[in-house]
C-alpha cells in the first residue's frame, strides 16, 4: 500500500505564490508518475501537472508557465510550485501517484483559496 500526505494549502491573494508538497511512503514501486489534480466546488476532478521518474512533466492548458512542479526520487516527494495564481485556481488540490490503470493512489487534499 501506498500513503501520500499533502501540505502546503492556504490563503493567498490574488498574483500570490503557493509551494505544494505531497511525500510518498509505502510499498512504491517504479517507474511511476506523481502529479497534482484538483477540485473546484461543482467541478470534476481536474489534471494540473504530472512528473514521471525520468523527469518528464506535463501541465494543463490552464495553468502552463504559472505553474512547476518537481520531484525528489530520493525522499518520494513531488511539489507544485503555483506562482501568480488567480481566484480560479481555487480548488483542493490532490496528489497522485500512478504505476498503472490499477495501482493509483490519491492523497486526502489540501485546499488552496485565492481571494482577496
Known amino acids: 500500500q501506498v500513503h501520500l500526505v499533502e501540505s502546503g494549502g492556504a490563503l493567498v491573494q490574488p498574483g500570490g505564490s503557493l509551494r505544494l508538497s505531497c511525500a510518498a511512503s509505502?510499498?512504491?514501486?517504479?517507474?511511476?508518475?506523481m502529479g497534482w489534480y484538483r477540485q473546484a466546488p461543482g467541478k470534476q476532478r481536474e489534471l494540473v501537472a504530472t512528473?514521471?521518474?525520468?523527469?518528464?512533466?506535463n501541465y494543463a492548458d490552464s495553468v502552463a508557465g504559472r505553474f512547476t512542479i518537481s520531484r525528489d526520487g530520493a525522499k518520494n516527494t513531488v511539489y507544485l510550485q503555483m506562482n501568480s495564481l488567480k481566484p480560479e485556481d481555487t480548488a483542493v488540490y490532490y496528489c497522485?501517484?500512478?504505476?498503472?490503470?490499477?495501482?493509483?493512489?490519491w492523497g486526502q487534499g489540501t485546499q488552496v483559496t485565492v481571494s482577496v
Open positions: 497522485n501517484l500512478r504505476v498503472n490503470s490499477i495501482m493509483t493512489y
Open positions: 509505502g510499498s512504491i514501486i517504479s517507474p511511476n508518475a
Open positions: 512528473i514521471t521518474n525520468g523527469g518528464r512533466s
